[in-house]
């Protein structure tokens, strides 16, 4: 039986992982956050130590890593790290430099591309990170490129870590956001970018429910879902 995927791929915030868990849900599929994959390697790199631009040294790390990935009741993904769940220490916001720079490793990418793919084989997913349909899933069924002006992302992410009780400022997530978005187009290997064919998602002044709507409307152009 050949199973379905749905490729979402954008810069960071705009809303990706919240409206891909959301469309797994409506059309019964497996959502796989991939970011929260990396953010985990990120992790791994801070808690050893490690600077996490430093291939050599990352490299090293990946084979004594024990790296996880299983849902809860509720379908939300959970990431593991040496056997412990790590899904919300992933989030914390100095972690998303961390991912950033170790997605920009050749090793890291190459580790975890087959947890990826096999996935994919195994299920019907809706799969979001920033290479999903031009790497990993490059004949996936539907693909989008869902973004967001840069000041309405660092908006949405200001709110959601005042909304997690941590300390932010505007301005410096807004810094953080713009940087993000830099290395991952720059990057030279596999860098964000719209893949061949992918319809475009742009939410900018839109709300979370008619994102939804947008996202949904054109995964049914392409699916018959």
Sequence with gaps: MKRRGIAIDGPSGAGKSTLARR??????????????????????????????????????????????????????????????????????????????????LPAVRAFLLEMQRRTARENDVVMDGRDIGTVVLPQADVKIYLTAAAEARAERRYRELLERGQRADLDQVLREVVERDRRDMEREVSPLRRADGAALADTTGLDLEESFQLLLRLVRERLDV
């Design 23 to 104: 469309l797994a849900r409506e059309l019964g599929f497996v959502y796989v956050d991939t970011g929260a994959i990396y953010r985990t390697v990120g992790l791994a790199a801070r808690r050893r130590g490690i600077d996490p631009a430093d291939g050599e040294a990352v490299a090293a790390m990946l084979p004594r890593l024990a790296i996880g990935m299983g849902y809860g009741e509720d379908g939300l993904q959970h990431m593991y790290l040496d056997g412990e769940d790590v899904t919300r220490a992933i989030r914390e916001n100095e972690i998303s430099a961390c991912a950033s720079k170790v997605a920009a």
